[in-house]
């Protein structure tokens, strides 16, 4: 089965810095790449995802970019802000593969210093 | 308001008595899943169902069971409790196979004494 790996485990940057987070995947049929976020408390909630058709995606200071070839994908966060401070997960899925569930990564606890 | 519903939200019970933590959708949709979340561990699939009466195992199935009687129900059934079951569940559902998104309950904390 599928298996992501996700670093770091804990990111701290100072507010207004950009944070980076980074997922490999082991299966290459895996073509669906989301970014979940959870405020402590709360539920994941979906920020940004990607399809294996596009290697970069924007959203405002949120952007994910996928290297299919080395099979690893990345959350970009510009000009962070303490709202920011929660957990990531990254995630992926086979399409097609008769398995709806999302493989997700461990977790990066990212905290925003004033 | 499209949501994901799930009861209860916090439960305390004692090892073997069987319990059920229910799961409901609103949005149609056909796929729906248990995980289960554990500090260090992230977020572990249990089981999902692709349709009514389709079920199939996650990659922590062991002591849990579900059932899919209708589209919009998703229950989890934990028939003997056991303390390694203490966790934080979320159901989830989402439109169909492929690239869609999945919308998250508002979790269940379980533990088990």
């Known amino acids: 089965g599928e298996n992501v790996e996700q670093h770091p485990s804990t990111l701290s940057v100072q507010e207004g810095d950009s944070a980076v987070i980074k997922c490999t995947y082991s299966?290459?049929?895996?073509?669906?790449f989301p970014w979940y976020k959870q405020e402590l408390g709360k539920r994941p909630q979906l920020i940004i995802d990607?399809?294996?058709n596009v290697g970069e995606k924007k959203d405002q200071r949120i952007a994910v970019t996928l290297n299919k070839t080395a099979k690893h994908f990345s959350l970009h966060i510009t000009e962070t802000q303490p709202e920011d401070s929660a957990v990531y997960f990254c995630?992926?899925?086979?399409w097609g593969g008769g398995a709806d569930g999302l493989t997700f990564g461990k977790g990066t606890h990212l905290i925003i210093q004033p | 308001e499209a949501q994901v519903t799930q009861n209860p939200r916090y439960l305390i019970t004692v090892t073997g008595k069987k319990l059920t933590v229910t799961c409901s959708q609103n949005?149609?949709?056909?796929?729906m899943s248990w995980y289960r979340q554990d500090p260090g561990l992230g977020l572990r699939q249990i089981y999902y169902s692709m349709n009514v009466e389709v079920t199939d195992k996650g990659d922590v199935p062991e002591g849990y069971k579900v059932s899919r009687k209708e589209k919009r129900n998703f229950p989890l059934i934990l028939e003997s409790p056991s303390p390694n079951q203490t966790s934080l569940y979320f159901c989830a559902s989402s439109l169909g196979q492929g690239n869609t998104e999945a919308f998250f309950g508002q979790g269940t904390r379980l533990t088990v004494v």
């Open positions: 299966d290459s049929a895996s073509n669906y």
């Open positions: 949005m149609n949709h056909e796929y």
């Open positions: 995630a992926a899925r086979i």
């Open positions: 990607i399809r294996s």
